[in-house]
């Protein structure tokens, strides 16, 4: 049989987008995100894509996509963590009861020491159970499971099934209500430190590629880059700065747990693309073996991997206190389901050692994009759980289907 070049196969769009070197999985998510937006959008009579509905959808999906940052280095690593959610619960409950019955409630500094003391708590938590599965040898499946259970029955044990509050007026900005974002201003200054980063790197990339005798990629390419990343940035901050503070009238700007999303998403990209540790997850999803003769300690990354998740749980459930403004002992029900589902929609590999923190984000967006749609179309909760769980099917069968054609190949 004769082979063809591969030029010769490729239709002009993945030609373009090989010569680009965009992500192929990253392009399908945007797009799959677009189209969900403009379904939604007509469906609901243009509620979807309003001012206010995009607020409040990044800041819903701030919250998964934190989580979903951390999941994709315990799932690269072939391993899962069913117990997000109710670590969040526990982490934001104890944030909150610290606050409002055990610290000054008035003090300015109760808020962040009760902070802080959640953020240690959540990363310890992961620490045990990252202990369990790394140097005991349980499957983190049963571990996690376990503390699925033992988190959620803890934060109601903590305050006997009670809500507490109030809760600090400046800590409830991290939650991005009222006050809880930048401004306009802000925000414009945000865009162009990003738009400026953006440039820079690109002209950096292009130096080293120059430096190591690689071929840089096209000027059009660059440019390419440039103006979807910047129109992205523009047309979010436009979208935000539309939403009126109801109070004074002036432009909210972006929220603060977006801010939050954004430094841990950009951390959590540079740890798994450009740091030791996030080599070695890799290596260790790849082939837990191989990275064990390879000199790697299999055991001290797994219990890292695991600590990382503990900790992004804990802020996770700091913005969910805010937002609330009270500690619930419904804060994270569930939660596991849409952020293992957004990890596994962002292209990271139940089989381990593939995945993008890029890719979860997105899945973040697609997941909470869907649920937001449903509750303006008046889909009762019981339905939505039913569509979660159907997607939840496809996208695992997605993956399923990426990893059997990576084998064969």
């Known amino acids: 049989m004769t082979r063809h070049p591969p030029s010769a196969r490729e239709n002009p769009l993945a030609r373009l987008g090989r010569l680009a070197e965009a992500d192929p999985r990253v392009l399908a998510l945007a797009g799959t995100l677009l189209a969900i937006a403009l379904v939604l959008e007509i469906a609901s009579g243009g509620v979807f894509l309003s001012p206010r509905n995009l607020y409040n959808l990044s800041v819903q999906s701030s919250v998964v996509g934190l989580m979903a940052s951390g999941m994709v280095l315990v799932i690269v690593a072939r391993h899962i963590d069913l117990s997000v959610g109710s670590l969040l619960g526990f982490t934001g409950m104890a944030i909150a009861t610290l606050q409002a019955e055990v610290l000054p409630p008035q003090a300015p500094w109760a808020w962040p020491l009760a902070l802080a003391a959640g ?60 006050g809880g974002s930048i401004g306009a201003r802000w925000s414009w200054i945000l865009a162009a430190a990003g738009l400026l980063a953006l440039a820079g790197l690109g002209a950096r990339d292009r130096l080293e590629r120059r430096r190591h005798g690689l071929t840089p990629r096209p000027h059009w390419a660059d440019a390419a880059r440039l103006l979807t990343w910047g129109g992205l940035i523009v047309g979010f901050v436009l979208a935000m700065n539309a939403y009126p503070h109801p109070r004074t009238g002036s432009a909210r700007g972006v929220p603060i747990p977006v801010l939050v999303l954004l430094g841990a998403g950009l951390a959590m990209a540079a740890l798994a693309r450009r740091t030791r540790m996030g080599r070695y997850v890799f290596a260790i999803g790849g082939n837990p073996e191989a990275a064990a003769l390879a000199g790697i300690d299999v055991k ?93 099917i496809v996208a695992v069968w997605v993956d399923s289907l990426a990893s059997r054609r990576r084998v064969a190949r």
């Open 119 to 178: 953020l240690v708590l959540g990363a310890a938590i992961g620490a045990w159970q990252g202990y369990w599965v790394a140097y005991r040898g349980v499957p983190a499946f049963a571990v996690t499971l376990a503390g699925l259970l033992i988190f959620r029955g803890a934060a109601y044990l903590l305050t006997e099934g009670r809500t507490v509050a109030p809760l600090h007026p400046t800590f409830q900005m991290l939650g991005g209500g009222l």
């Open 300 to 392: 001290r990354v797994t219990l890292g991997v695991f600590v990382l998740m503990g900790g992004l749980s804990a802020v996770a459930g700091a913005i969910t206190a805010a937002r609330l403004g009270a500690g619930t002992n419904s804060m994270g029900t569930l939660a596991e389901l849409h952020v293992i589902a957004a990890a596994v929609i962002g292209g990271t590999s139940l089989a381990g050692g593939a995945g993008s923190v890029l890719g979860a984000i997105l899945g973040a967006l697609i997941m909470q994009s869907l649920d937001n749609g449903m509750v303006l179309l008046g889909v009762s909760s019981a339905l939505r759980q039913v569509l979660t769980g159907l997607v939840l």
